[in-house]
């Protein structure tokens, strides 16, 4: 049994499985197949400061090994996270993280200081990189400059571990990552959902209500792959790599690559029982491979 | 209820015209109680198109012989695959998923089971509990023609069965809507599923004729159990998602134009 054990800044995992927001729901969807507890992290759904009500259906379209979805960030917002939802989440012993959207300044704010008063959330995901909102979401995480304004201003008003979810559907993911850690980031994650499209051919429509959306899936993988290898070089705080990760091997892959922890997001869909089972395989990964440490294969890649 | 993710095997997998397969699966330890109305996810395997789970409705739960039955319209890749399945392979299901029909409360109660193309499939089970239950249930069972018409002889196991094809070839030609045994016969609730326009018909007669309905939807899914946010439905209490908060639906909560 290797020391699985790995730290995001001062954040402290049992192991690097999370889960990625807006594919566990808040974990007690799941809690009939998978020991929440053993996760490294649960990252619970997209918050925002108001109620959102999402987009209109159909939101999903299924595309080879992977997916498109366009759900918009439905979510009752944040006061109703404080009093309905936290309460049945606090007592896990996992480290439940909030990941928290917005599409003004001010809201991200609002929000993260909201979050940053709960005592059993030890972290935030700042989801700069949501290609769904119309306003904002994309806005701030397609430029260095949109990243750094927004993150300085949590930065201000949130004293725990920050992480910022980033996009890909940007020119160089690096420049917004030194972007990010410039502004008092603990961590960055990658990548969020690539901008996608699928039509009906047959009744010449697209598939999704709004016509683009967000892939994710083992389609992703590769390019997941190599923007977490290059963003870990780029900057010296520790990254989270998630897209397309199905099974333990995916997920030391990106640790070789430069990640210190993982998120297993659409595989949840195909195997509910996953992530344990990830955290098995990389335990026994390490185990053949003679590490005594999980944290031994963080950007151990030779090349 | 707890929600397991089991590896079924397949006692038989029946091929129902051209169209359907039905799927006889067992497991060698109990199964775990499944409501009508209720719909599982299976695990498609080897199809490198597929990647998400298939929600299937319960067809059948048979907890004397252990067998869940799914009745599987051939679509797409998916259900193409499944019904390569052979006696013997295993098919790993994620289940029991979703709400599950309102059973009446009043024995005296007459439920008209309103079916159509592959939406008859969750209604065999329900007809099941219903004479359980000690209530008859009458069916109304619709198809364009006498080719998606399936599992009749099951159906009249446990009520009378009465048939609309668009063809004429078998029953009454017309719509479910249009058959002569709603004017003939009071009924005091409606159980639906099947193409949406058929629902939307089957609710607007329902809510004419002063009848609740419970109507069962197919939202395009991705995790089955409340996650993901992408099969919602549109209610009066906003967006839900139709695989935890439905499948079924009183026609009361829905925002369609009935």
Not at chain 1, 126 to 141: D, E, R, T
Not at chain 1, 247 to 254: C, L, Q, S, V
Request: proline content about 5%; some cysteine; charged content about 20%.
């Amino acid at each position: 049994m290797a020391d699985l054990r790995t730290s995001i800044g001062k954040l402290e995992l049992a192991n690097p499985v999370m889960t990625a927001s807006g594919t566990f729901g808040y974990g007690t969807e799941f809690a009939d197949f998978v020991d929440l507890d053993r996760l490294g992290g649960v990252i619970v759904k997209g918050t925002t400061l108001y109620h959102r009500e999402g987009n209109s259906y159909p939101r999903m379209a299924e595309t080879p090994a992977g997916m498109l979805n366009a759900v918009g960030l439905q979510n009752k917002g944040v006061d109703y996270f404080c009093e309905h939802i936290y309460p049945t989440i606090k007592d896990y012993r996992t480290n439940m993280i909030v990941n928290v959207s917005g599409s003004a300044i001010e809201d991200y704010v609002a929000t993260a200081e909201r979050i940053n008063a709960l005592e059993a959330i030890p972290a935030i995901e700042l989801n700069i990189s949501c290609p769904n909102v119309k306003q904002g979401g994309m806005a701030f995480g397609v430029t260095a400059k949109g990243a750094e304004e927004v993150v300085r201003a949590v930065r201000q008003v949130y004293d725990k571990t920050l992480i910022v979810k980033l996009s890909p559907n940007v020119t160089d993911i690096t420049e917004i990552a030194r972007a990010a850690e410039a502004a008092g980031a603990d961590s960055v994650s990658l990548i969020n959902t690539l901008l996608g499209m699928a039509i009906d051919a047959e009744r010449r429509r697209p598939l999704l209500s709004t016509v683009t959306g967000g892939m994710s899936g083992p389609a992703v993988k590769p390019i997941a792959l190599r923007m977490v290898w290059q963003v870990a070089k780029a900057v010296k705080i520790p990254v989270v790599g998630l897209g397309g990760i199905t099974n333990g091997t995916d997920a030391i892959e990106f640790m070789l690559a430069g990640a210190s922890a993982i998120e297993v997001g659409t595989a949840n869909f195909i195997d509910p029982a996953v992530t344990g089972k990830i955290i098995d395989e990389i335990n026994a990964y390490l185990d053949r491979h003679g590490f005594a440490s999980v944290r031994d294969i963080i950007g151990a890649l030779e090349v | 209820m707890k929600k397991y993710i089991l590896d079924l095997t397949v006692r038989e997998a029946l091929a129902v015209g051209k169209q359907f397969v039905l799927l006889r699966l067992t497991s060698e330890n109990p199964l775990p109680e499944m409501l009508p109305g209720q719909f599982v996810e299976v695990r498609v395997d080897e199809t490198p198109s597929v990647l998400l789970r298939r929600p299937i409705s319960i067809h059948y739960y048979d907890k004397d012989a252990n067998e869940l039955g799914l009745l599987v319209q051939l679509i797409g890749n998916g259900t193409r695959w499944m019904a390569t399945l052979r006696s013997g392979d295993v098919l790993n299901v994620v289940l029991p998923l979703g709400n599950g029909f309102t059973l009446p409360a009043d024995k005296t109660v007459r439920p008209l089971l309103v079916g159509g193309g592959v939406g008859v499939a969750p209604l065999l089970y329900l007809g099941m509990r219903l004479k359980e239950m000690g209530v008859t249930p009458t069916f109304l069972l619709g198809s364009r023609t006498e080719n998606e018409l399936m599992q009749i002889a099951e159906f009249e196991k446990y009520g009378p069965v009465y048939i609309t094809t668009e063809n004429g070839a078998v029953g009454e030609q017309g719509y479910v809507t249009q058959h002569s045994v709603l004017a003939r016969e009071q009924f005091g609730q409606v159980y639906t599923c099947g193409p949406k326009p058929m629902m939307v018909a089957v609710a607007r007669w329902a809510k004419g004729a002063g009848v609740p309905c419970e109507v069962s939807l197919e939202n395009k899914m991705a995790c089955g159990v409340g996650a993901c946010l992408c099969c919602v439905e549109d209610t009066k209490e906003g967006n839900v998602c139709v695989c935890k908060e439905g499948p079924v639906f009183s026609i009361d909560k829905l925002s369609w134009q009935i």
